[in-house]
């Protein structure tokens, strides 16, 4: 499966953003789908995953109530719903998907085995 994200730019703190992420090859029956973010200079982070077929985790504390993810299976796509955002936020962010992923490690990057190229997010202050 191939994995084409979308939807970043720059906006201010406070403002929300909707990331899509759509599958090319296949669909996403079947597979866990994670968003991830990489800041310069640091690791990439888990952000939010659902392991299929409905399993559903968040990562840091600072992401809970702010961050969503959401599956469209008709469009083959799936969203990361992003609300008041920070400067801290500021990262590309990343779809990967894993035919295989126990929940316990969902939140792990070496997990997945498809990435899509990523969309550059920036929020100023």
């Known amino acids: 499966v191939q994995l084409q994200a979308s939807g970043g730019g720059l906006v201010q703190a406070g403002d929300s953003l909707r990331l899509s992420c759509v599958a090319s090859g296949s669909t996403f029956r079947g597979y866990s789908v994670g968003w991830f973010r990489q800041a310069p200079g640091k690791e990439r982070e888990f952000v939010v995953g659902i392991r299929w077929p409905g399993s559903s985790a968040t990562g840091g504390d600072s992401l809970k109530g702010r961050f969503a993810m959401s599956r469209d299976m008709a469009k083959n796509t799936v969203y990361l719903q992003m609300n008041s955002l920070k400067p801290e936020d500021t990262a590309v962010y990343y779809c990967?998907?894993?035919?295989?992923?126990?929940?316990?490690?969902?939140?792990?990057?070496?997990?997945?085995?498809?990435w899509g190229q990523g969309t550059q997010v920036t929020v100023s202050s």
């Open positions: 990967a998907a894993a035919s295989r992923v126990i929940y316990s490690m969902i939140g792990v990057p070496s997990s997945y085995e498809h």
